[in-house]
């Protein structure tokens, strides 16, 4: 399993497929995949803002971290998974 934000927006995308075919939006399985779509978004959000987050302090670090070499953290890496 890739964990990286890269991975997350294909598996977003792979949501929004899900709800957009007709054969899966029918009864009861409807409301089911609605639901699990809510659950996925959600944890997705928190993984997002997690990641702006350390987003935002290696900008910081690197605006006033007075000359210190500033990596960006390992889970904004491209190679991260």
């Given amino acids: 399993m890739n964990n990286n934000l890269e991975a997350l927006n294909n598996h977003l995308f792979e949501v929004l497929e899900r709800l957009n075919d007709d054969e899966l939006m029918k009864g009861e399985a409807a409301l089911a995949e609605i639901d699990r779509a ?3 978004t959600g944890v997705a959000k928190t993984v997002i803002d997690n990641a702006a987050l350390a987003l935002k302090g290696a ?15 390992a889970l904004l890496a491209e190679n991260n998974g």
């Fill in 38 to 40: 809510k659950a996925i």
């Fill in 59 to 73: 900008e910081l670090i690197a605006e006033y971290g007075d000359g210190v070499k500033v990596r960006l953290p």
